[in-house]
């Protein structure tokens, strides 16, 4: 697993690349993210362990993986994880609202599931 999420680290996404580059090194009031950080038998794009929270970007395939997702969903939040859905082209045109929202989720306990 941890050999396929470096894989996956290596060979990220335009999305992943731009958002990761505006996540680490605590640059998101202080929140420590991880990237290709494998939960259970899942590879999630981003985690803040400390308050659990799962960002996941979306392509199109996504749409046809929508059962995939739902289920992976529920694996994260029955462990005790909040998922933060997001599209790739919002992160790509709407960079500054994807960061107020995720932000935002990291200080309110209710906020989970897709973001459009």
């Not at 996540?23 to 794009?45: A, H, K, V, W």
């Not at 308050?51 to 996504?62: I, R």
Request: net charge positive; glycine share 8%.
């Amino acid at each position: 697993m941890n050999h396929f999420a470096k894989h996956l680290r290596a060979n990220a996404t335009g999305a992943e690349r731009l958002l990761w580059s505006r996540l680490r090194s605590r640059q998101l009031g202080g929140f420590r993210f991880r990237r290709q950080r494998p939960i259970g038998n899942y590879i999630c794009d981003f985690a803040c362990l400390s308050e659990s929270v799962v960002v996941e970007l979306d392509g199109s395939q996504h749409v046809d993986n929508a059962n995939y997702d739902a289920k992976r969903d529920a694996f994260l939040r029955s462990n005790g994880f909040r998922v933060l859905r997001f599209w790739n082209g919002d992160v790509m045109e709407r960079l500054e609202t994807v960061l107020e929202t995720i932000h935002e989720a990291l200080h309110r306990d209710g906020m989970d599931g897709r973001f459009d």
